[in-house]
C-alpha cells in the first residue's frame, strides 16, 4: 500500500480515467492489406523507447486497417502490459494500438495525463512482477482498473506535482550529464596513460630508451 499524504485519496484508475485495451482483431496481423494508411498505429516498443512521449510512429493503418482497431486520442497514456510490462508514454497523436497496450484516458476535471502517467510508474515493478510467466510475460489488464491511484485533492495540485516531478528530472540529467563528462575524462586519461606505457615498452625493447 502506497503511503500518501494528508487528504490525498487512494482512488480506483478507472474512477479518474477511462482504462481501455488496444485493440487490432485481424489476424495475421502482418496482412499487408490493413496497413498503409493515414492512420498511425504504434506498438509495445515504441512505448518503451518513448521517455515518456510517444512523438513518432513507423506504422499506419488504412481504412480497413482502422475498422479492425480503435483510435485513441492525443494526450492518453499509453501502458503497456506484454513483453515490456509497465512502460508508460503519452500520445502527442491520436493513434490505434493492438492489445499488448493499454490506452488510458483521464477524465477532464479528475486528473491530467502527466500525472497519471508519472503515478503508473510507481507501479512498473509491481505490475512486472503480477505478470504471469510463460513464453512471453502479460499482465490481466483489468488488474489495472481497480489499481489505487494517489490522488491529490485538485487539479492545480497534480499540475503542481507534476511540475516538480520535472525540475528534480532536469537536475538529475544536469547531474548525470556532469558525471558522464567525468567518466569521459577519466576513460580518455586512463587510455592517454595506457598508450605512454605501451610506448615506454616498446622503446625499452627496441634499444631506443635511454637514461
Given at each position: 500500500?502506497?503511503?500518501?499524504?494528508?487528504?490525498?485519496?487512494?482512488?480506483?484508475?478507472?474512477?479518474?480515467?477511462?482504462?481501455?485495451?488496444?485493440?487490432?482483431?485481424?489476424?495475421?496481423?502482418?496482412?499487408?492489406?490493413?496497413?498503409?494508411?493515414?492512420?498511425?498505429?504504434?506498438?509495445?516498443?515504441?512505448?518503451?523507447?518513448?521517455?515518456?512521449?510517444?512523438?513518432?510512429?513507423?506504422?499506419?493503418?488504412?481504412?480497413?486497417?482502422?475498422?479492425?482497431?480503435?483510435?485513441?486520442?492525443?494526450?492518453?497514456?499509453?501502458?503497456?502490459?506484454?513483453?515490456?510490462?509497465?512502460?508508460?508514454?503519452?500520445?502527442?497523436?491520436?493513434?490505434?494500438?493492438?492489445?499488448?497496450?493499454i490506452g488510458v484516458t483521464p477524465i477532464?476535471?479528475?486528473?491530467?495525463?502527466?500525472?497519471?502517467?508519472?503515478?503508473?510508474?510507481?507501479?512498473?515493478?509491481?505490475?512486472?512482477?503480477?505478470?504471469?510467466?510463460?513464453?512471453?510475460?502479460?499482465?490481466?489488464?483489468?488488474?489495472?482498473?481497480?489499481?489505487?491511484?494517489?490522488?491529490?485533492?485538485?487539479?492545480?495540485?497534480?499540475?503542481?506535482?507534476?511540475?516538480?516531478?520535472?525540475?528534480?528530472?532536469?537536475?538529475?540529467?544536469?547531474?548525470?550529464?556532469?558525471?558522464?563528462?567525468?567518466?569521459?575524462?577519466?576513460?580518455?586519461?586512463?587510455?592517454?596513460?595506457?598508450?605512454?606505457?605501451?610506448?615506454?615498452?616498446?622503446?625499452?625493447?627496441?634499444?631506443?630508451?635511454?637514461?
Amino acid at each position: 500500500r502506497k503511503k500518501i499524504p494528508d487528504g490525498w485519496l487512494l482512488t480506483p484508475l478507472s474512477e479518474v480515467c477511462s482504462v481501455e485495451r488496444g485493440k487490432f482483431g485481424h489476424r495475421p496481423r502482418n496482412d499487408p492489406d490493413y496497413y498503409g494508411g493515414k492512420y498511425p498505429f504504434i506498438q509495445t516498443g515504441n512505448v518503451a523507447n518513448a521517455n515518456g512521449r510517444v512523438k513518432t510512429y513507423s506504422q499506419t493503418l488504412n481504412e480497413k486497417g482502422l475498422k479492425t482497431s480503435k483510435m485513441f486520442p492525443k494526450g492518453t497514456v499509453v501502458i503497456t502490459i506484454a513483453a515490456n510490462i509497465g512502460d508508460t508514454a503519452i500520445l502527442e497523436f491520436d493513434a490505434c494500438f493492438p492489445d499488448s497496450l493499454i490506452g488510458v484516458t483521464p477524465i477532464p476535471g479528475k486528473a491530467i495525463p502527466e500525472y497519471i502517467e508519472y503515478a503508473l510508474r510507481l507501479y512498473q515493478k509491481e505490475l512486472t512482477r503480477d505478470a504471469s510467466t510463460g513464453a512471453q510475460k502479460n499482465i490481466n489488464y483489468k488488474f489495472l482498473k481497480p489499481l489505487l491511484i494517489p490522488i491529490p485533492k485538485t487539479i492545480d495540485m497534480q499540475k503542481e506535482i507534476v511540475q516538480n516531478i520535472k525540475n528534480a528530472e532536469e537536475k538529475f540529467k544536469s547531474q548525470k550529464t556532469q558525471f558522464e563528462n567525468i567518466k569521459e575524462n577519466y576513460e580518455n586519461s586512463i587510455t592517454y596513460v595506457n598508450h605512454i606505457q605501451s610506448s615506454i615498452l616498446d622503446a625499452a625493447f627496441s634499444g631506443k630508451l635511454v637514461k
